[in-house]
């Protein structure tokens, strides 16, 4: 338990001091934002901050920190360390650049400013990687809010039904202006994520003993002696770091009124991200009192555990709210990812989207698709396992090529380019987090694990060197 409290308070420090070193490493100032200078009506729309914050943790959060959580505590309670330190020094640290950048490019997506800052190659491969990356999002985000439907419902009611309803709003949703339907039902079920998490971890603490919350130790209790790296650092993606995020930012980036508003938006809302997580990771530990019980219970799906360790908690309340939250915060994922897909892909054609027709002709396509792999996923039984891993994957590399793209961006117009390592460190480790877990996995080549991580490590190691070449040839041209 004092580790798990540990955490929280480091995690308070690090958006208190590490937040504000962010800060002013990109030093925001008084211009205006997209929601001022472009407010189109539709995407670029005026926010409340205190709304932006929740529909931006909704966004980014879903399932995502509560379905990865509980994946991730299979390794014990390790997992503490990599969603502490892992959200201060990166996750934070992307979601935060990735805002404030796009917002200094009136709303531009990764993929825009990849080819802004990395060249017109990169902006071609993040265009295609960002917009695979969010259907299969969006498609995990049917699949299993619909399989627990099918569960909870009559027989007629089946998983296909409810997958065609989820799909439907999600139409309106991408199609709508931001603050008709997302801003107004969003800040509702940011709420709603919060006090499903305080619930929990309240539950358990206030158990009477029923529940013991293990210690952080280093050692991996895996009970497929699964190697923690890279795999829990794949595994635990939201609540840690998370390329989706470098998808949705953007998208309220075209909301903030005000740049000094985006520490307590962006920063703020992964940091909040994290503290939900860890609280899932907590309860996973402790409601089944070891990592083969928790490991045997999710292959019956993690929204199945969700509910039987809010039911176990909290009883009738818990169940209620567990369902609530399974079902309503993965289809607010969804939603957002979809949308985010439509604009890249109006960037891309250079579609305006203020007019209905040409927003429907990029959505219904990508709903099509999203339909597709959906039918794949609930006809196979191993479906959703196998689409949530090249999701997993494609996640965290996206995230190291986002923190690439803010590595250049301060390198070329950052006031203080020492300040550039903030985001050169993370890019780094993540490099060789998501080289090693391609070259290893099931899902990749599957070579020996030592050579994986070594080659790994050596990929990391030379976008490092070229980064510091890139540092001192700037830092010189600064001085002559």
Not at 145 to 156: E, H, Q, S, V
Request: aromatic share 12%.
């Amino acid at each position: 338990m004092i580790s798990l409290l540990s955490s929280f308070l480091v995690l308070l420090v690090g958006y208190c001091v590490y937040g504000r070193v962010a800060e002013r490493v990109f030093s925001p100032d008084d211009r205006q934002t997209p929601a001022l200078a472009v407010n189109d009506g539709v995407d670029c729309v005026p926010m409340k901050t205190w709304k932006a914050f929740l529909v931006q943790l909704l966004n980014i959060a879903g399932t995502g920190p509560i379905f990865g959580a509980l994946m991730g505590a299979v390794f014990g309670p390790i997992v503490f360390l990599w969603i502490v330190f892992g959200s201060i020094l990166g996750g934070a640290v992307h979601d935060y650049m990735c805002g404030m950048i796009s917002s200094r490019h009136r709303g531009a997506s990764i993929a825009e400013l990849s080819g802004t800052y990395l060249g017109k190659a990169a902006k071609w491969i993040m265009r295609l990687f960002s917009v695979v990356l969010l259907v299969l999002c969006g498609t995990v985000f049917v699949t299993s809010p619909a399989g627990l439907l099918d569960r909870l419902t009559p027989d007629w009611m089946n998983g296909t039904f409810w997958a065609v309803v989820i799909l439907a709003y999600y139409l309106l949703a991408t199609l709508l202006p931001i603050d008709k339907l997302i801003g107004k039902l969003y800040p509702v079920f940011g709420v709603l994520l919060i006090v499903m998490a305080g619930a929990v971890i309240g539950g358990i603490l206030f158990s009477g003993g029923k529940y013991s919350i293990p210690e952080i130790s280093l050692q991996n209790l895996h009970p497929a002696d699964t190697p923690v790296w890279p795999y829990m650092f794949i595994t635990v993606a939201c609540g840690a770091i998370s390329g989706f995020h470098a998808t949705q930012s953007p998208m309220i980036a075209k909301c903030i009124t005000s740049e000094k508003k985006g520490r307590s938006v962006f920063y703020g809302a992964m940091i909040c991200e994290s503290v939900i997580a860890l609280v899932w990771a907590a309860a996973g530990v402790s409601f089944y009192g070891t990592t083969q019980l928790l490991s045997d219970a999710l292959k019956s799906g993690a929204s199945n555990v969700v509910y039987e360790i809010s039911t176990g908690v909290l009883g009738v309340f818990g169940g209620i709210l567990a369902v609530a939250g399974v079902v309503v915060c993965p289809i607010t994922s969804g939603d957002t990812a979809f949308r985010s897909a439509r604009l890249i892909l109006a960037e891309t054609f250079r579609l305006e989207q203020k007019t209905v027709k040409n927003r429907l002709l990029i959505t219904v396509p990508l709903l099509g698709i999203g339909g597709l792999l959906t039918w794949f996923a609930i006809v196979n039984d191993n479906g959703f396992q196998t689409v949530w891993r090249y999701f997993s994957w494609s996640n965290q590399t996206l995230a190291m090529v986002a923190l690439w793209v803010a590595t250049a961006y301060l390198l070329k117009t950052g006031k203080r380019r020492l300040g550039s390592l903030l985001t050169a460190m993370p890019a780094a480790f993540m490099s060789a987090v998501s080289t090693t877990y391609l070259l290893c996995s099931q899902e990749g080549f599957q070579l020996d694990h030592g050579l994986s991580c070594g080659i790994g490590a050596a990929v990391a190691a030379a976008l490092l060197t070229a980064y510091l070449i890139a540092f001192f040839s700037r830092s010189k041209k600064a001085r002559e």
